[in-house]
């Protein structure tokens, strides 16, 4: 035998075994990724599901109080908008610190604390409900301050009252949905949400159109749907569907219960800064010199694509998938700390920023595609077919941050870094993108395309990088010794 020939074969053997070692790599990979995505999507598609339906029930409030007239039609839009819609965004952010705790503490097993997680979290909303409680009461003065007209001030305070049932529910609803969610209970989150946007349209017809209680009946009938909600996931939540989660009432619900409401404060104060951020941006388009064509071309977009939580937008329909990433990676995230998987945490947000950011460069680039067909729908002026074409470049551009930046928010949730992204999007919206879209917007006479491109480049470009920069550079396995430090601390009863 040649003694040459073994050393002239080695290379061969030892490259077909990097190539075999290479293949599985993939295999495993892919194995992985695939394995997470199942695990994302049966939090994201529930989510998407309850999302929609939500929106749906704004739908139809509005569409009800169209048909009633003009005058209830805006009355309607502006306490749902500006009253209900301020509250709903402090609420459901509040809740999102059951994101943090409940996540983390089904991850590290502790059951037993879902349930009075859940429990301090109804005590903490339902003081700020009260709290809250004078915008409502006192709608009209308040819209009559900001400019409205005295009818539809008047009207629309009157919808507010009526709205205050509602507005309680939320207290209740968003930590059993977080609950739920946090232990991947999500079918019935699937099933309840739809079926509350069933029983809105039917007491709609039956309040409005068969007993005609007007504008009243509408808002009886938003009020009913949302209890309803509550109550199927109440009794669902109480009644043995939890049995390992849910124990009952405790009194240990009370203790430690000023730092529940700092996590939960900072929570509702990081995501109310940016709901707060996109409202801004239609009240500044509205006090341009050509307003009516700014707001009308603006309206146009965001009809369709837009959504702020509770705002009638276009791109509300495309936003439900990044905010349901938001709440799935929040869960997924939470659930891997608190097992100790810092790697798993890790890959978790890789995959989630990785899915959503397809699918928003998807809807991007359909943006772009349709522009000069969308418009048609709702307009033939050319004068506003042109606007809408010039803003639909920075919508595109718009959704792919949003795409990106909900998911990297999630992350910030379920890692329980919400106070520090407070002040990080403080900055970003209100110190950079505002005074930005100001400055282009009447500075230099770009109008709604300086507002919104400079708070858009300022505010969510800036925030997004930021946030990106903290999760690249964040180091998992110091983060899982310390939220299992703080999951064990917050588990002691004493």
């Known amino acids: 035998m040649d003694p040459v020939q073994p050393l002239l074969q080695s290379p061969e053997l030892g490259s077909n075994e990097q190539v075999v070692d290479c293949d599985q790599e993939k295999e495993k990979l892919v194995k992985r990724v695939w394995i997470e995505t199942t695990k994302l999507w049966h939090i994201t598609g529930p989510a998407i599901l309850s999302l929609l339906s939500v929106y749906s029930m704004n739908v139809v409030i509005q569409v009800v109080g169209g048909h009633l007239g003009d005058v209830q039609l805006a009355a309607i839009s502006i306490a749902n908008n500006v009253i209900v819609g301020f509250n709903f965004s402090l609420l459901l952010g509040m809740a999102s610190a059951l994101d943090t705790l409940c996540g983390q503490a089904f991850g590290a097993e502790r059951l037993h604390m879902l349930g009075i997680y859940v429990q301090k979290s109804w005590i903490v909303l339902l003081m700020c409900c009260t709290l809250l409680l004078p915008t409502y009461v006192l709608a009209t003065p308040i819209l009559k301050f900001l400019g409205q007209a005295d009818e539809v001030a008047e009207l629309s305070g009157v919808v507010a009252q009526w709205m205050i049932p509602a507005h309680f529910s939320f207290a209740f609803l968003f930590p059993l949905q977080t609950f739920l969610q946090c232990q991947l209970k999500n079918r019935i989150i699937a099933c309840v949400f739809p079926m509350g946007l069933v029983v809105n349209i039917f007491t709609s017809w039956l309040f409005v159109h068969v007993l005609d209680y007007g504008i009243v009946g ?136 990785a899915e959503s950011a397809a699918i928003g460069l998807f809807f991007s680039l359909l943006i772009l595609i349709l522009r000069d067909k969308v418009a048609l729908l709702f307009t033939s002026s050319d004068d506003v077919l042109q606007e809408v074409d010039k803003l639909s470049y920075l919508l595109a551009l718009s959704i792919l941050f949003n795409s990106i930046q909900p998911v990297l928010s999630g992350v910030a949730v379920g890692s329980g870094w919400q106070a520090s992204v407070a002040y990080v999007n403080l900055g970003c919206y209100y110190v950079i993108g505002l005074p930005l879209g100001i400055l282009m917007g009447w500075v230099f006479n770009l109008g709604v395309m300086g507002i919104w491109g400079g708070m858009i480049l300022g505010g969510t470009a800036v925030q997004t990088l930021i946030l990106t920069i903290i999760t690249i550079r964040c180091d998992w396995e110091n983060e899982v010794g310390f939220n299992l430090v703080i999951v064990y601390f917050l588990s002691t009863k004493n």
């Not at 849910?246 to 009370?254: K, N």
């Not at 800064?273 to 146009?300: C, F, H, P, Q």
């Open 218 to 353: 509408a808002s009886i009938a938003f009020d009913i749907s949302w209890w309803f909600s509550v109550l199927g996931l109440f009794v669902y939540s109480t009644c043995g569907g939890c049995p390992l989660t849910w124990s009952g009432f405790s009194m240990h619900a009370f203790s430690g219960l000023w730092k529940f409401v700092k996590l939960s404060a900072a929570s509702g104060v990081m995501l109310c800064l940016e709901n707060w951020y996109y409202r801004i941006l239609i009240l500044m388009t509205g006090n341009l010199k050509n307003a009516t064509l700014a707001v009308d071309a603006l309206s146009i977009w965001h009809f369709v694509f837009f959504y702020s939580i509770n705002s009638m937008s276009i791109s509300g329909w495309e936003m439900m998938i990044p905010l349901a990433f938001l709440a799935a990676t929040g869960v997924r995230v939470a659930n891997e700390l608190g097992a100790g998987n810092g790697k798993a945490a890790k890959f978790a947000t890789v995959v989630a920023v």
